[in-house]
């Protein structure tokens, strides 16, 4: 992989917080192990309700001041969520669907797939990636939503501030509108630190993840076919931002 510089032009207020592409002191010929990649394995986060890996939780509070300069409160929706928090949630909505709306497994497969990740693969588990939203505007109902980071929607502002400015501090943006990107659909909210999560990325990917997930029990775990986690792993592992590679 060609390596590339972390570093954007920016407005002045943040041109002097650039992130050159070299790896936190930390992360050095760091070996991560299964448990830890699968979020099995307790890590140091820092922050009161950030809750990211030492680097990225400070990149994250630069980011914050920044933006907070230029008119916007980003707020932490979600950070850093384990195995069994996401298990939670996969075993939740694969019994709303399957039991409450009568959808069969696979189709309630289909269905959780669209935003939410098998658990033990999901990028919340390294403590590098956020969902975030702007803190001022008032908004009912449920606030990840893409047609709200759109035009007229209450965190158009921060978003094409972020489109401007996040990557200046290490933050790039993981699952595109990019037309022809198959997997997760378009979440603007989900930022991920990248001088981190790319050796994580490229770590897990060393795995035998097949085998991994298939020794796995969770409700819904015993449709996984081989053909549907090889897919799974194509489309929504590794069919990211391509700078996230």
């Keep these: 992989m060609k390596r590339r510089s972390f570093v954007k032009r920016t407005a002045a207020a943040t041109a002097a917080l650039s992130f050159p592409f070299t790896l936190p002191a ?17 890590i140091p986060l820092f922050g009161k309700d950030i809750n990211l890996r030492e680097e990225a939780h400070d990149a994250f509070v630069k980011m914050k001041k920044a933006a907070y300069q230029a008119g916007f409160d980003i707020k932490m929706v979600s950070s850093y969520r384990d195995f069994y928090r996401q298990e939670g949630i996969w075993e939740r909505k694969y019994l709303r669907y399957t039991e409450d709306e009568g959808m069969a497994p696979l189709d309630a497969i289909d269905k959780i797939i669209e935003y939410s990740t098998i658990p033990g693969t999901s990028r919340h588990h390294w403590g590098t990636d956020i969902d975030i939203i702007d803190g001022y505007p008032k908004t009912k109902g449920g606030v990840l939503v893409p047609e709200k980071f759109e035009s007229g929607g209450p965190f158009e502002g921060l978003k094409k501030w972020l489109d401007e400015n ?3 501090f290490g933050f790039y943006l993981v699952y ?4 022809k990107r198959r997997g997760f659909k378009y979440e603007p909210w989900h930022y991920s630190y990248a001088p981190i999560s ?3 990325l490229t770590a897990f990917r060393k795995k035998n993840i097949v085998k991994l997930l298939q020794n796995e029990e969770f409700i819904g775990s015993e449709h996984f076919t081989l053909g549907f986690l ?8 590794l069919d990211i931002n391509p700078e996230l590679l």
């Design 26 to 42: 930390s992360q050095r010929n760091t070996e991560y192990s299964i448990l830890e990649l699968m979020g099995k394995e307790d």
């Design 166 to 168: 996040s990557e200046s």
């Design 176 to 179: 595109t509108n990019e037309p």
């Design 198 to 200: 790319i050796p994580m």
């Design 230 to 237: 090889k897919s799974y792993i194509r489309d929504n592992i």
